[in-house]
């Protein structure tokens, strides 16, 4: 079997290893090409050029790049023409990689595509599947929901699992020694602080935050930050006057264990809007979820979200256990009390005890790999003709 595999993120090199792993568990002679980070080339994948190149977002960070990328988009889909493989596999990056399939299909119209991540279509810009179903015959999807708005735009779609189900989870015992290792007493009241990973982000969710801790009454409180690399020294400088006695873990120096053992060890979270929810679900760390953004940005976005909650352990679970402060909303005054309900026992806690159980049961955890379920996927197509 020939598959040609396109990622552009760091995520999609992740999402693409444990599919071309699977694959290897089911077809016993696989040949790869494509474009693809570390962990994919790990598998035996040769990549066209680095994946990097395709790592950038925004239009300040686009536009120097525009014509290097139009070369690329070329290249990748002359290489599919003159690979002629089974199937292309897109993983994510729709902007990189349907601009590709949208030369490389019209060349080959029998060309198997699969695009693996499902636009979030259910939340905004419905059009979006349509589009892509021009060029996609078939989605794998991480959420369980997903499939029928695929389908409704003619595409076929496997629910395939989410790799949050598939990450280690700290134990107890790990918990328990990050509080020691860090000074922080057994039963210490612990909150986990997550103002985003872009520095838009942290600049203006920070202070927010930062009130919003002012506000709580919890004796003996400890905050930790964790940080991306890129964003420590700007949260170390903004949580200098934090109460708390706050804890920056800056990844460039914590082991991602430390982390996972964190997010363990904490009695709840205040994080920004995001995939962080599930991390936070996966390790069972009630959460309030808040967010703002520039006031062009979230009039344009309040105008075309479909739904009523961003935040996708509510979505998952059907239910809406976590507490979010959107836009105008996103206010210590409103914050507080949300995650003030959170550091101690009682119904609110508990119903997002249940909710955070439910979300990671329907993502597929306990079942059989994301990576095995998406190679299933892929393998009925192509047996499909």
């Not at 935040?311 to 836009?327: C, H, K, M, W, Y």
Request: a neutral charge; glycine letters at 8%.
């Amino acid at each position: 079997m020939k598959l040609f595999l396109i990622a552009g993120e760091p995520s999609g090199d992740a999402l693409g290893a444990a599919l071309i792993g699977g694959l290897r568990q089911l077809v016993p002679d696989l040949t790869l090409a494509g474009v693809g980070g570390p962990l994919m080339q790990a598998q035996g994948l040769q990549s066209l050029f680095p994946m990097e190149e395709l790592s950038v977002m925004g239009l300040a960070e686009v536009l120097p790049k525009y014509f290097p990328l139009k070369r690329r988009i070329r290249e990748t889909a002359q290489a599919i023409a003159d690979h002629a493989p089974d199937a292309v596999i897109t993983i994510d990056s729709p902007d990189f990689c349907l601009r590709v399939l949208a030369i490389a299909k019209p060349l080959n119209p029998a060309l198997k595509t699969i695009h693996y991540v499902a636009p979030s279509v259910w939340a905004w810009r419905p059009k979006r599947a349509t589009k892509m179903a021009r060029w996609v015959d078939h989605v794998l999807a991480l959420l369980p929901f997903e499939p029928p708005y695929m389908q409704a735009a003619g595409m076929s779609c496997d629910f395939t699992g989410h790799p949050v189900t598939t990450e280690p989870v700290a134990t107890t015992a790990e918990a328990a020694e990050f509080r020691t290792t860090h000074g922080i007493a057994a039963d210490a009241p612990l909150l986990l602080v997550l103002p985003g990973s872009r520095k838009g982000e942290v600049e203006r969710l920070g202070p927010l935050f930062g009130a919003t801790l002012e506000q709580l009454h919890q004796p003996g409180l400890r905050v930790v930050i964790p940080s991306v690399a890129a964003r420590a020294d700007q949260v170390r400088a903004l949580v200098a006057d934090w109460p708390g006695d706050p804890l920056v873990l800056d990844a460039a120096s914590t082991p991602l264990a430390t982390k996972r053992a964190a997010f363990r060890a904490a009695d709840a979270a205040l994080a920004a809007s995001g995939t962080v929810s599930l991390e936070l679900a996966a390790a069972g760390t009630p959460m309030v979820i808040a967010y703002r953004m520039n006031a062009l940005s979230q009039a344009i976005i309040t105008r075309m979200l479909r739904i009523d909650t961003v935040t996708l352990v509510n979505l998952v679970s059907d239910t809406r256990a976590v507490p979010e402060f959107i836009g105008p909303r996103c206010d210590p005054a409103r914050i507080a009390p949300a995650v003030q309900a959170l550091l101690n026992p009682g119904p609110a806690r508990d119903a997002q005890v249940a909710a955070m159980e439910l979300t990671m049961t329907r993502l597929g955890r306990g079942g059989e790999s994301p990576g095995l379920r998406a190679a299933r996927s892929v393998l009925s197509i192509l047996d499909a003709g």
